[in-house]
């Protein structure tokens, strides 16, 4: 019904810049709030930032002021701009979106399937 597709991640120095991409697409009438997670090897998976359809948004506060999300709702696509990138950023990065395919439905959580960062020398 609805695919989420990341793109983006890759290896990167310490202090460098990536930016990630999740496009979601197929049966969507609306999608809500859409959120980046991140999943550290041998750890939970975490909240990195969250973006409403109107655009408010949360960061964590782990990255906040290097991290930054965004959205284009014409293009039901959410984006991590990722900077001063530390080795503590590692991680599987997935997104994820509140999605409506109905206008009589309440949104339904569609994950990707995520996209590895790897911050190291």
């Known amino acids: 019904q609805v695919q989420l597709v990341e793109s983006g991640g890759g290896l990167v120095q310490p202090g460098g810049s990536l930016r990630l991409s999740c496009v979601a697409s197929?049966?969507?009438?609306?999608?809500?709030?859409m959120h980046w997670y991140r999943q550290a090897p041998g750890k939970q998976r975490e909240l990195v930032a969250q973006?409403?359809?109107?655009?408010?948004?949360h960061h964590a506060d782990s990255i906040k002021g290097r991290f930054t999300i965004s959205r284009d709702n014409a293009k039901n696509t959410v984006y991590l701009q990722m900077n001063s990138l530390k080795p503590e950023d590692t991680a599987a990065y997935y997104c994820?979106?509140?999605?409506?395919?109905?206008?009589?439905?309440?949104?339904?959580?569609?994950w990707g399937q995520g996209t590895q960062v790897t911050v190291s020398s």
């Open positions: 994820a979106a509140d999605v409506v395919l109905r206008p009589t439905d309440y949104a339904r959580a569609f």
């Open positions: 197929g049966s969507i009438f609306s999608i809500n709030v």
């Open positions: 973006i409403s359809s109107s655009g408010t948004t």
